[in-house]
């Protein structure tokens, strides 16, 4: 290692963890945005600007146009800013598809996460939907937005990627870690104001990783006729005992169906992390990008450190 590592203070590794975490999306920032994600607060602005130049001195990190990155690569500036033009447009989707989700039996609420939520997208990425579901009644809203998903868009997740649900009795993500603070902190609600802000305050933990971090309040607004045609209508005939025998056989069978897919990729644990199905819970991820995150970020800042370069993963 060399001579700059041995004596690196904590806020300097603090920033090269957050240029560590966004080199893997080939993602550069700028100092205000580092500043906001840093994992210490109450930094000053001088000392941050001393050490944010002393590891563009050292070589650890780069800068260009104003962004700073581990990967000395102007190309991906460009490609910033042209996933920025993408997000734009994207959202306008996001915004229109996440009234059509909200309007299922059972939704409660309903946030965009994932690459969109950062603001920025690569090519060919899906808008990801983060879900809030009627207590025991997840499977059955997830089974619904499946079926017409399959039905109405032919299976694409393009525009439709509902991989990622909770009712309103589990609200509290389970894995407190870097990746999990990173998509709770930039999580953007759309729609059921009630739930999302019980879902952002049960998840003040973030804070935790990210404690310059603010989350803003959710305007208020009323569910709307359709929603409430749905709640008050469409809710009721899934009739007690009928909701909770069909619920619970969904998710059954799609525990199951996940198994015989990917069951032979993944340990236990990392299978159920991919792939939690708990009555309260449904996560469908099946690129695990949690755990290589989590160790691309540890390899990412041993290597700025050392002035290896370093190739990121695919998103």
């Known amino acids: 290692m060399n001579t700059h590592a041995a004596h690196i203070s904590m806020l300097e590794k603090a920033i090269l963890e957050v240029l560590a975490y966004t080199h893997i999306f080939n993602h550069p920032l700028n100092r205000s945005e580092i500043f906001l994600r840093l994992s ?35 190309s991906i500036i460009d490609e910033r800013k042209a996933g920025e033009l993408r997000a734009k447009k994207l959202m306008r989707t996001a915004k229109r598809m996440s009234g059509i ?10 946030f965009v996460s994932g690459s969109l939520s950062k603001g920025v997208i690569p090519k060919d990425a899906d808008i990801d939907y983060f879900i809030i579901t009627k207590r025991n009644r997840l499977w059955i809203a997830r089974t619904l937005l499946v079926v017409f998903k399959r039905l109405f868009l032919f299976g694409s997740k393009k525009y439709f990627c509902v991989n990622y649900f909770v009712d309103e009795g589990n609200l509290e993500i389970p894995d407190k870690n870097v ?120 390899e990412n800042v041993t ?13």
């Not at 600007?49 to 690569?73: C, E, M, P």
């Not at 059921?192 to 049960?202: D, M």
């Not at 607004?221 to 809710?235: A, Q, V």
């Not at 290597?303 to 998103?315: D, F, H, Q, S, Y």
């Open 179 to 298: 990746f999990t603070a990173t998509e709770v902190s930039t999580i953007i609600p759309l729609k059921g104001t009630q739930y999302c802000e019980q879902f952002i305050a049960k998840n003040d933990w973030y804070k935790n990783f990210y404690p310059n971090i603010n989350l803003p309040k959710m305007p208020v607004s009323n569910p709307g006729l359709m929603k409430n045609f749905s709640m008050l209508i469409l809710e009721p005939l899934f009739f007690n005992s009928l909701a909770e025998k069909l619920d619970k056989d969904f998710m059954k069978r799609t525990y199951k169906r996940w198994t015989n897919m990917y069951g032979q990729g993944y340990s236990d644990t990392e299978f159920e992390l991919a792939f939690r199905s708990k009555r309260g819970t449904s996560k469908n991820h099946d690129k695990n990008y949690q755990s290589r995150v989590l160790k691309a970020v540890e």
């Open 303 to 315: 290597r700025a450190l050392e002035g290896v370069k370093t190739e990121t993963i695919n998103a």
């Open 101 to 110: 989700i909200y309007w299922f039996p059972f939704v409660r609420g309903v």
């Open 40 to 74: 210490v607060k109450h930094v000053d602005a001088s000392t941050f600007d001393d050490s944010i130049n002393r590891l563009t001195t050292s070589g650890a990190i780069q800068h260009s146009n104003g962004f700073y990155f581990l990967k000395n690569s102007a």
